[in-house]
């Protein structure tokens, strides 16, 4: 019974997890000093090395106590540590996105991806503010998203509270996030989220989100 449970817990919240697989935490591909003035050295570092490694050990420990209960066939455990699993493994995914689509270089959007832009916004500035908008409206903390809709092949913005994976929360599978729980940006925009939001539109890597749209849409 456990096993089935199991299957069913990674299909339907963690199909973006190897479930079975620990977490690592990703190098980045450029020096945390190297996105400013946009942000800083320091939020880099203990966003990167802190938060995002927390998550990383967070989910590898609850990993080992699920791999544990499965063993045992402890039904009730399994169910206990689906939050966690969920949190932590969000985290390790919207994380490890995040830092793909962040570049120091000048980058370019894709003519596919800017044609697709067009198509479902009307024009580039437009796609930016309804992101802006939905990030800055986030409750609390949570993510602003791009996301590809593979049903009707459009694009869509949308958010998600807390760590909540974009895919396993809405079937959208993302392209580019915005972190706006505080410790993305206080340090250097205090309580003004707008600002910072509008700034990272600066340091976007468009050939990471290029790739990542057309792998989507293929």
Not at 64 to 74: G, I, M, N, P, S
Not at 187 to 203: E, S
Request: hydrophobic letters at 40%; glycine letters at 6%; one cysteine or more.
């Amino acid at each position: 019974m456990a096993q089935t449970l199991l299957k069913r817990v990674s299909v339907n919240h963690f199909n973006m997890l190897q479930i079975r697989t620990k977490a690592t935490l990703p190098q980045l591909t450029f020096e945390y000093k190297a996105l400013e003035p946009t942000i800083s050295r320091d939020i880099m570092e203990i966003h990167h090395t802190k938060h995002h490694n927390t998550y990383v050990v967070n989910y590898n420990n609850t990993l080992e106590k699920l791999q544990t209960a499965v063993a045992k066939d402890d039904t009730a455990t399994i169910i206990s540590l689906a939050p966690a699993l969920r949190f932590n493994g969000g985290g390790h995914i919207n994380h490890s996105i995040f830092w793909e689509t962040l570049t120091p270089s000048s980058t370019k959007r894709s003519g596919d991806f800017e044609k697709a832009l067009v198509e479902n916004f009307g024009s580039f500035e437009e796609f930016k503010k309804q992101l802006s908008s939905a990030s800055v409206a986030v409750q609390g903390s949570g993510w602003g998203w791009l996301g590809f809709n593979p049903q009707n092949k459009k694009l869509t913005i949308t958010s998600c509270a807390n760590q909540d994976p974009l895919y396993s929360t809405t079937g959208l599978i993302p392209l580019f996030g915005i972190d706006v729980w505080e410790h993305a940006y206080y340090l250097q925009y205090k309580n003004v989220r707008a600002d910072y939001v509008n700034a990272i539109f600066d340091v976007i890597n468009w050939d990471a989100v290029s790739k990542r749209f057309a792998d989507a849409s293929a």
